[in-house]
């Protein structure tokens, strides 16, 4: 019998999703090093925000669907150039499996109202887009009713165009970027807070040393990371199996110095 795929996905889920063809397999590497060396280079300050950068990279890669994951805010303290974007766009390239930032770019209100129709247009042929990135918000609470519903269904109504409405699994992660954010109730509820702070004097390779970073190696790292019997943790948020799958793991791979195992 051959096997039915819905969709084609050019980077791995650890798990695997049912009815997902995985273009470049499941890679696991013998260690974690790539992937602490990436969350190095993206933020070197305190060990909190470091393991929420961690957990903000490999969650794309986690093969569960449905609204289990918070959403990733990135904050600075009012600081342009403090590199929020720049770790929405890592993520998005990574996470693509073609090395494109490819995400879907929320800006305005409009923006929100098409992405169904984005949505339907790219993600139901070749899977390169996991995250959707409200970037540099700024006005009133960041929320609404159909926010919330696309952010916790298990499956996403779009329309495609020539084609009309397509379902696609919840496979979804969202990352808002800004200073001093402005979210309702729910929504900061659902949030999990990364701040990342301006260097105080900038590399001038740092750019060009994370555009030539082998990806590869990373998602290899990423792979190694989810092998990772996770440990018990005491105290969980609104997202108790995100808090098992992915907090479980950063506690049972940190060394005593704070550094990846």
């Known amino acids: 019998e051959v096997p039915q795929y819905d969709s084609i996905s050019m980077a791995p889920h ?4 049912d009815g997902v063809f995985y273009a470049m397999g499941s890679p696991v590497s013998d260690d974690c090093e790539a992937l602490w060396d990436l969350v190095d280079h993206c ?5 909190l925000d470091r393991h929420w950068i961690l957990a903000a990279v490999v969650t794309p890669f986690w093969g569960q669907v449905g609204g289990v ?3 990733f805010a990135v904050t600075s303290d009012g600081q342009q150039g403090a590199g929020k974007t720049t770790l929405c766009r890592t993520i998005a390239r990574l996470a693509s499996g073609i090395d494109r930032a490819n995400y879907y770019g929320v800006r305005s209100a409009s923006d929100m109202d098409n992405l169904p129709r984005a949505m339907g247009s790219t993600g139901a ?7 959707v990135v409200i970037d540099n918000y700024r006005g009133a609470a960041l929320g609404s009713g159909e926010m919330e519903a696309m952010l916790t269904e298990d499956q996403v109504n779009c329309w495609k165009l020539y084609h009309g409405q397509v379902t696609l699994p919840n496979l979804f992660c969202w990352y808002v970027t800004g200073n001093a954010l402005d979210m309702s109730e729910d929504l900061a509820s659902r949030s999990a807070q990364i ?22 190696a990373v998602v290899g790292a990423i792979g ?9 943790i005491s105290t969980v948020n609104r997202f108790p199996l995100w808090c098992r799958e992915i907090l479980g793991r950063i506690d049972a791979r940190l060394v005593g110095d704070g550094s990846l195992a």
């Open 224 to 232: 190694r990371f989810f092998a990772t019997k996770p440990s018990e």
């Open 43 to 47: 933020a070197k300050h305190e060990e």
């Open 195 to 216: 701040k990342i702070r301006k260097p105080k004097k900038y590399s001038a390779d740092w750019d060009e040393k994370l555009a030539a970073w082998d990806l590869d």
């Open 125 to 131: 042929m070749a899977e390169t887009h996991r995250l």
């Open 69 to 71: 994951k918070p959403v």
């Open 14 to 17: 650890y798990p695997p999703v």
